[in-house]
């Protein structure tokens, strides 16, 4: 079982910025093989994909995301990030980590992002 940590999250103004992490508890071979992604969750609303990566660098965006976030990975240190910048209001919500191999997805806990003045 793979467990995956957040970090990064928290508190920022309307038009800032917040970089969000993500790496296995322990170092995992299969998470430099697997597809990732990031997804977000607001209140009484389902999770929605925000940014994906393959497990050779390629990124796709949801229209949420597009322009203003950047997913990346590095492999080699086993972590996966989302640079967000013009954060807006909308932008709220609980942001998780994912990763996929094969037929097995992993979630990480979670991370609360709240852009508010």
């Known amino acids: 079982q793979v467990q995956l940590v957040e970090s990064g999250g928290g508190l920022v103004q309307p038009g800032g910025s917040l970089r969000l992490s993500c790496a296995p508890h322990e170092s995992e071979y299969i998470f430099s093989v697997g597809a990732m992604a990031w997804y977000r969750q607001e209140p009484e609303k389902q999770r929605a994909l925000v940014a994906h990566i393959t497990a050779v660098g390629n990124t796709n965006y949801a229209d949420c995301g597009k322009g203003r976030f950047t997913i990346s990975r590095d492999n080699a240190k086993n972590t996966m990030s989302l640079e967000m910048s013009r954060l807006q209001a909308e932008d709220t919500a609980f942001y998780y980590c994912?990763?996929?191999?094969?037929?097995?997805?992993?979630w990480g806990q979670g991370t609360q992002v709240t852009v508010s003045s």
């Open positions: 994912n990763l996929v191999v094969g037929y097995q997805a992993y």
